[in-house]
């Protein structure tokens, strides 16, 4: 049973700072590529970042770059985003999500990936 927790968030004011992680269980860690999705309230879910499997490549979306750090702990299927200088227009619902990645342009493609979390809400308030 393939388990993905995401925890962290909360409610920020504007130009705050909030780190989410996202805990797995049930698979082998370590050989899938993990990423983090968005969706706020009427819009499409958004894919916000990722660390490839091997070697730890990372990659965001432009909205996110230099802001939004992705990182992982493989000793402890562990996968963590560091939220800063945040936005209200960065409220949503941040989505933890796993996959076994043939190639790099698979990673921005929710579609592509295997598992899913139940999301944790982001809120930055003006």
């Known amino acids: 049973q393939v388990q993905l927790i995401e925890s962290g968030g909360g409610l920020v004011q504007a130009g705050g700072s909030l780190r989410l992680s996202c805990s797995a269980s049930?698979?082998?860690?370590?050989?899938?590529?993990m990423g983090w999705f968005r969706q706020a309230p009427g819009k499409e879910r958004e894919f916000v970042a990722a660390?490839?499997?091997?070697?730890?490549?990372?990659y965001y979306a432009d909205s996110m770059k230099g802001r939004f750090t992705i990182s992982r702990d493989n000793a402890k299927n562990t996968v963590i985003l560091q939220l800063a200088s945040l936005k209200p227009e960065d409220t949503a619902v941040y989505y933890c999500?796993?996959?076994?990645?043939?190639?790099?342009?698979?990673?921005?493609?929710?579609?592509?990936?295997?598992?899913w979390g139940q999301g944790t809400q982001v809120t930055v308030s003006p």
């Open positions: 999500a796993a996959q076994r990645s043939w190639t790099d342009s698979w990673i921005p493609d929710s579609y592509r990936y295997n598992n």
């Open positions: 049930g698979l082998t860690f370590s050989t899938y590529t």
């Open positions: 660390i490839k499997w091997n070697g730890g490549r990372t």
